[in-house]
C-alpha cells in the first residue's frame, strides 16, 4: 500500500513563504512521478506542479509559474513544493499523488495519479 503524506502547511501572510513536503513510506519514490495537487472549497482539484521520478522534468501552473518551485530528494524520500509570494487565492487543501513513472509525463491532471496523500491546509490571509 502506497502511503503518502503532506505536511508543512498552515496560515501565512499574503506575500509570505512555505514549504511542503510529501513524504513516502511502504514504497521508495525513486520509481514514482509526483504532483501537487490543490482543491479550495466549492472548486475542483486543480493541479499546481509536478515532477518526475528523477526530478530532471517538472512542470507549474501558469497560475505558480515563478513563485512555486517543486523538487524532491530521493534519498530522504520526499518531495517539496516552496511556495513563495503567496496570495489569497492560493488558499485551500494541498495534495500530493503519486504514479509510477513508466506512465508518468508532465501531467496536472488528478486523473492521471493513482496513490494520494490526505492533504494538508494552506490560508493565505492577512
Known amino acids: 500500500q502506497l502511503q503518502l503524506v503532506e505536511s508543512g502547511g498552515g496560515l501565512v501572510q499574503p506575500g509570505g513563504s512555505l514549504r511542503l513536503s510529501c513524504a513516502a513510506s511502504?514504497?521508495?519514490?525513486?520509481?514514482?512521478?509526483i504532483g501537487w495537487f490543490r482543491q479550495a472549497p466549492g472548486k475542483e482539484r486543480e493541479g499546481v506542479s509536478c515532477?518526475?521520478?528523477?526530478?530532471?522534468?517538472?512542470n507549474y501552473a501558469d497560475s505558480v509559474k515563478g513563485r512555486f518551485t517543486i523538487s524532491r530528494d530521493n534519498t530522504k524520500n520526499t518531495v517539496y513544493l516552496q511556495m513563495n509570494s503567496l496570495k489569497p487565492e492560493d488558499t485551500a487543501v494541498y495534495y500530493c499523488?503519486?504514479?509510477?513513472?513508466?506512465?508518468?509525463?508532465?501531467?496536472?491532471?488528478?486523473?492521471?495519479?493513482?496513490?494520494w496523500g490526505q492533504g494538508t491546509q494552506v490560508t493565505v490571509s492577512s
Open positions: 499523488a503519486a504514479v509510477i513513472n513508466s506512465r508518468w509525463y508532465p501531467s496536472l491532471y488528478p486523473y492521471d495519479y493513482d496513490s
Open positions: 511502504g514504497f521508495t519514490l525513486d520509481y514514482y512521478g
Open positions: 515532477i518526475s521520478s528523477g526530478g530532471g522534468s517538472t
